[in-house]
């Protein structure tokens, strides 16, 4: 009995956390009416596929592949340059590494839309202004920079000490041992902390909506607001919109899910 209380409580906690997600997707298939209609059905009397109209009159194709282009950019410079430092984070154990580590759980405190004003000016003045999606990527890379350290530094803990002596002692370097022995048993853990990474900063929205003034270049987040009027707003439109940017999310967490589940030690223990 207990064993079935528990997995009726999961199903219970699980409905709650997806009815959000089941709300937007029925939501876009109902007319403006009936969005607003009491008390609310929970499944649509007459479904409105407008999901083509949605995607020509917004041109989704270029909104959604702005997206792709900072969710990439910024998943492999965090990758590229976060790697090394939660490397070092683990394996260098002292004083003055702890009070690094404190200074990079500091930089995750600070919200986005504190930091937009000083960012804006610097990139103005240094000529980044005329690249906003490079401005963007470089903001968003600061931004996520910070978690991607800590994430990784946890799983290189997870990798015995032993491996990497044992391969300096035939001669590798510490950079070789690293590259050939100690990312290969970290990947699964590298591999989430990007997949995050890469989730995070496909929904970025503050420094894109601040940065890019160009509708050609924003972003699926900044191209949502295209719905909302000072007066009324397409509500349909706005459930379809986000059904549509949200469908390639899940599609990525369901085709990852064991990687994500088998967490950051598989590698290691393996």
Do not use: H
Not at 45 to 55: F, G, L
Not at 69 to 79: E, K, L, N, R, S
Not at 186 to 206: C, D, H, K, M, P
């Amino acid at each position: 009995m207990k064993r079935y209380g528990l997995l009726a409580l999961a199903l219970l906690f699980v409905g709650i956390y997806l009815f959000p997600l089941y709300w937007m997707y029925v939501t876009a298939l109902k007319s403006n009416s009936e969005i607003f209609a009491i008390p609310p059905t929970f499944w649509p009397r007459d479904p409105q596929w407008i999901v083509m109209d949605v995607w020509q009159r917004m041109k989704m194709d270029v909104y959604l592949r702005n997206s792709l282009i900072i969710a990439f950019g910024v998943t492999v410079i965090v990758t590229m340059t976060g790697t090394g430092c939660a490397y070092v984070l683990a394996r260098i154990r002292n004083r003055w590494m702890d009070a690094v580590l404190f200074t990079v759980l500091m930089m995750q405190v600070l919200p986005s839309s504190l930091m937009i004003t000083p960012i804006f000016v610097v990139f103005n003045q240094v000529g980044l202004s005329e690249y906003p999606r490079l401005s963007v990527i470089l903001a968003q890379a600061a931004k996520v920079l910070p978690l991607y350290i800590v994430l990784c530094r946890a799983t290189f803990l997870q990798v015995p000490k032993e491996l990497e002596e044992a391969a300096r002692v035939d001669g590798n370097s510490r950079v070789g041992a690293f590259l050939t022995i100690i990312v290969p048993l970290a990947r699964n853990g590298i591999l989430v902390t990007s997949v995050l990474i890469f989730l995070q900063s496909f929904g970025e929205y503050v420094y894109s909506r601040s940065l890019i003034t160009q509708r050609a270049l924003q972003p699926a987040t900044v191209g949502l607001q295209s719905f909302m009027g000072p007066n009324s707003s397409d509500w349909a439109g706005v459930m379809t919109y986000s059904a549509i940017y949200v469908t390639p999310i899940l599609i990525v967490f369901v085709l990852l899910q064991r990687q994500i589940v088998s967490g950051l030690t598989s590698g290691a223990l393996k």
